[in-house]
């Protein structure tokens, strides 16, 4: 598992973040460390580090260099980094609702055309799935996920659509997505989510954290109404459900 | 309270301070001010904290009027020819409009941006801490959008406090100075040496969120699909045609391009400030270099208050602004009978 992996790099990114690298590829056992160091800053802060982002396979460091140099803060990552990660005790877990197909999921019948199946088939293995939120990124909320069934990798649009809807949901190569605000994409749009993973008058203002565990289940695009309405007002929309 | 009124303004305009930290997890983007130290020194100049909101004026004129009071103002950033009622405003000094009056504001010459700061600030909705406008996520107060004419900023009557002007560090000129990395290592030697070897020149598409440059093609070693990772302000990622972007204010917070350099903190406003068209250069500078110049960078800021100058000291040269502007320089026209070229990158 996580001996596997090479040591982390260090590598500057301009003079007042750091990447601590973890992994080049996507790899489940790198995300865990990435996010476990990003747990470990958190419980123990060092000076002068200001902000932090978890991504799939590396934790981008912000610090202020008036604080601590380079060198002083890789001294003190570096140890915490090459830390085996604690086993994952509770991750909040969420079932997301999807309309899936039609207006709200233009590509699924091309997508079960490409993969030789139908539709139903689609969804039942997207909807089947347990994923992971590996790291938000790219816009407020657009959740990363990993998990997704392998039959359903397939490689990304050839021409990236210059917009898609808020609350798609998506699949691109190896990753499925919980796309919150409307944005481009290259993805291929299975469905529509009326949870918004970022609202910014509701408490928590973003559902969804890196390491949050997601399933996903269908409701027809007449629920989707109603439970968009009910999202608009400000509620979550989005069950969370024991770990 | 008074009013200030947007009478007319351009494209490419918006209320900008410091930018939104802490929520880059979630990919809340950073936003702010394309050029701090101007940000800085217009706030500076109406006594308001260096990073508090201001409006940040893109290349094209603007103009602002006083309405139910007078209202004091600052101007800093890309010079323009500035007046209130035809008596001209120099850049980096504060003017007090009178109830009724506008301050007009030419094309930027040289340069992109220009910062209006307001005596008292810009109150809104904070957001993060922020008032910083992101008009992709549609993000910001008072005006979550590029402003536009008519729009207006309740604000505090004018203290009645005399004019400054500030005397600013002395511009830095030669390269953008680069860190190497965080993915230099996915192209050659000999690309790494066309990137900081060649010309550059910043493509009129660019805007906040990235600087499009022109100039060769980079080739990448291993294809130019990374897995996603973390992006800062200034990461100059090289996309699949090989033309790098530099990646500005509003910026995403993570990138699927490999970065083959990170321009230094102390020049990303420069950067930000070159035109488009105008020809420049990059230069790789150690680590050790870049953290100096970043934490001078941070004291300069914090020192902006030692600058200040009263305005009444010297005269404007008229005359010398009118010759500068005919020949399309810019001047400074608070140092009496001198004038200087706009500083080239």
Same mark, same amino acid.
């Given at each position: 598992?996580?001996?596997?992996?090479?040591?982390?790099?260090?590598?500057?990114?301009?003079? !007042?973040?750091?990447?601590?690298?973890? !992994?080049?590829?996507?790899?489940?056992?790198?995300?865990?460390?990435?996010?476990?160091?990003?747990?470990?800053?958190?419980?123990?802060?060092?000076?002068?580090?200001?902000?932090?982002?978890?991504?799939?396979?590396?934790?981008?460091?912000?610090?202020?260099?008036? @604080?601590?140099?380079?060198?002083?803060?890789?001294?003190?990552?570096?140890?915490?980094?090459?830390?085996?990660?604690?086993?994952?005790? @509770?991750?909040?877990?969420?079932?997301?609702?999807?309309?899936?197909?039609?207006?709200? +999921?233009?590509?699924?019948?091309?997508?079960?055309?490409?993969?030789?199946?139908?539709?139903?088939?689609?969804?039942?293995?997207?909807?089947?799935?347990?994923? @992971?939120?590996?790291?938000?990124?790219?816009?407020?909320?657009? !959740?990363?996920?990993?998990?997704?069934? @392998? !039959?359903?990798?397939?490689?990304?649009?050839?021409?990236?659509?210059?917009?898609?809807?808020?609350?798609?949901?998506?699949?691109? +190569?190896?990753?499925?997505?919980?796309?919150?605000?409307?944005?481009?994409?290259?993805?291929?749009?299975?469905?529509?989510?009326?949870?918004?993973?970022?609202?910014?008058?509701?408490?928590?203002?973003?559902?969804?954290?890196? +390491?949050?565990?997601?399933?996903?289940?269908?409701?027809?695009?007449?629920?989707?109404?109603?439970?968009?309405?009910?999202?608009?007002?400000?509620?979550?929309?989005?069950?969370?459900?024991?770990? | 309270?008074?009013?200030?009124?947007?009478?007319?303004?351009?494209?490419?305009?918006?209320?900008?301070?410091?930018?939104?930290?802490?929520?880059?997890?979630?990919?809340?983007?950073?936003?702010?001010?394309?050029?701090?130290?101007?940000?800085?020194?217009?706030?500076?100049?109406?006594?308001?904290?260096?990073?508090?909101?201001?409006?940040?004026?893109?290349?094209?004129? %603007?103009?602002?009027?006083?309405?139910?009071?007078?209202?004091?103002? *600052?101007?800093?950033?890309?010079?323009?020819?500035?007046?209130?009622?035809? =008596?001209?405003? %120099?850049?980096?000094?504060?003017?007090?409009?009178?109830?009724?009056?506008?301050?007009?504001?030419?094309?930027?010459?040289?340069?992109?941006?220009?910062?209006?700061?307001?005596?008292?600030? &810009?109150?809104?909705?904070?957001?993060?801490?922020?008032?910083?406008?992101?008009?992709?996520?549609?993000?910001?107060?008072?005006?979550?959008?590029?402003?536009?004419?008519?729009?207006?900023?309740?604000?505090?009557?004018?203290?009645?406090?005399?004019?400054?002007?500030?005397?600013?560090?002395?511009?830095?000129?030669?390269?953008?100075?680069?860190?190497?990395?965080?993915?230099?290592?996915?192209?050659?030697?000999?690309?790494? *040496?066309?990137?900081?070897?060649?010309?550059?020149?910043?493509?009129?598409?660019?805007?906040?969120? /990235?600087?499009?440059?022109?100039?060769?093609? &980079?080739?990448?070693?291993? /294809?130019?699909?990374?897995? =996603?990772?973390?992006?800062?302000?200034?990461?100059?990622?090289?996309?699949?045609?090989?033309?790098? &972007?530099?990646?500005?204010?509003?910026?995403?917070? =993570? /990138?699927?391009?490999?970065?083959?350099?990170?321009?230094?903190?102390?020049?990303?406003?420069?950067? *930000?400030?070159?035109?488009?068209?105008?020809?420049?250069?990059?230069?790789?500078?150690?680590?050790?270099?870049?953290?100096?110049?970043?934490?001078?960078?941070?004291?300069?800021?914090?020192?902006?208050?030692?600058?200040?100058?009263?305005?009444?000291?010297?005269?404007?040269?008229?005359?010398?602004?009118?010759?500068?502007?005919?020949?399309?320089?810019?001047?400074?026209?608070?140092?009496?009978?001198?004038?200087?070229?706009?500083?080239?990158?």
């Amino acid at each position: 598992m996580a001996a596997t992996l090479p040591p982390p790099r260090l590598l500057p990114s301009g003079d !007042s973040a750091v990447t601590v690298e973890f !992994s080049r590829t996507i790899d489940d056992d790198a995300n865990q460390r990435v996010l476990a160091l990003d747990k470990a800053l958190v419980a123990s802060p060092i000076d002068g580090i200001t902000e932090t982002v978890p991504t799939y396979r590396s934790l981008l460091v912000h610090y202020d260099p008036g @604080k601590i140099g380079f060198d002083a803060l890789g001294e003190k990552l570096l140890p915490i980094a090459i830390q085996p990660p604690p086993p994952v005790t @509770k991750a909040r877990r969420w079932r997301i609702p999807v309309a899936y197909g039609g207006e709200h +999921g233009i590509d699924l019948e091309d997508v079960a055309k490409a993969l030789n199946t139908t539709p139903d088939d689609i969804i039942a293995r997207h909807a089947g799935g347990d994923y @992971k939120v590996a790291m938000i990124g790219f816009t407020p909320g657009w !959740s990363y996920l990993s998990g997704l069934d @392998k !039959s359903l990798h397939m490689s990304r649009r050839q021409n990236p659509r210059l917009l898609t809807p808020a609350g798609t949901i998506s699949i691109g +190569g190896v990753q499925a997505g919980i796309q919150c605000l409307a944005a481009p994409s290259g993805w291929h749009l299975l469905g529509r989510t009326p949870v918004r993973t970022y609202q910014l008058h509701r408490n928590p203002t973003f559902l969804t954290e890196p +390491g949050d565990r997601v399933t996903f289940f269908a409701i027809d695009h007449k629920t989707f109404e109603e439970l968009d309405r009910a999202a608009e007002a400000g509620e979550l929309v989005a069950e969370q459900v024991a770990a | 309270m008074s009013r200030l009124v947007v009478a007319s303004i351009g494209p490419a305009s918006s209320v900008q301070d410091g930018g939104r930290h802490g929520a880059q997890r979630y990919g809340l983007t950073v936003s702010g001010a394309m050029d701090r130290l101007s940000l800085a020194a217009a706030n500076t100049l109406v006594g308001n904290a260096p990073l508090a909101a201001a409006v940040e004026i893109g290349p094209f004129g %603007a103009a602002f009027t006083a309405r139910d009071g007078a209202v004091r103002v *600052a101007i800093s950033g890309a010079p323009r020819n500035a007046d209130v009622a035809g =008596s001209p405003v %120099a850049m980096d000094s504060s003017v007090t409009l009178k109830d009724g009056e506008t301050l007009t504001l030419g094309f930027a010459r040289g340069g992109a941006f220009t910062y209006l700061a307001i005596e008292g600030g &810009i109150t809104g909705e904070l957001v993060f801490g922020s008032l910083a406008v992101n008009a992709r996520a549609g993000l910001g107060s008072p005006y979550p959008r590029p402003l536009q004419a008519g729009d207006e900023f309740s604000v505090d009557a004018a203290s009645g406090a005399p004019e400054m002007r500030i005397e600013l560090p002395k511009p830095v000129s030669g390269p953008i100075r680069v860190l190497l990395g965080p993915q230099d290592d996915e192209f050659d030697d000999a690309n790494k *040496a066309l990137f900081l070897n060649s010309e550059w020149k910043i493509s009129a598409t660019s805007d906040r969120m /990235g600087y499009r440059l022109q100039g060769p093609a &980079i080739k990448h070693l291993y /294809g130019h699909n990374i897995v =996603s990772d973390g992006t800062v302000n200034g990461s100059i990622q090289v996309p699949g045609n090989g033309a790098p &972007i530099a990646l500005m204010m509003d910026r995403g917070t =993570s /990138g699927g391009y490999p970065k083959i350099a990170t321009v230094i903190t102390a020049d990303v406003g420069r950067l *930000a400030q070159t035109s488009a068209g105008t020809a420049f250069r990059f230069k790789a500078v150690s680590m050790a270099e870049a953290q100096d110049e970043a934490r001078k960078f941070a004291q300069a800021i914090r020192s902006l208050p030692d600058r200040l100058r009263s305005s009444d000291t010297v005269a404007l040269n008229i005359e010398a602004l009118s010759d500068a502007n005919v020949a399309g320089h810019a001047v400074n026209a608070v140092d009496a009978g001198t004038w200087q070229v706009t500083a080239e990158p």
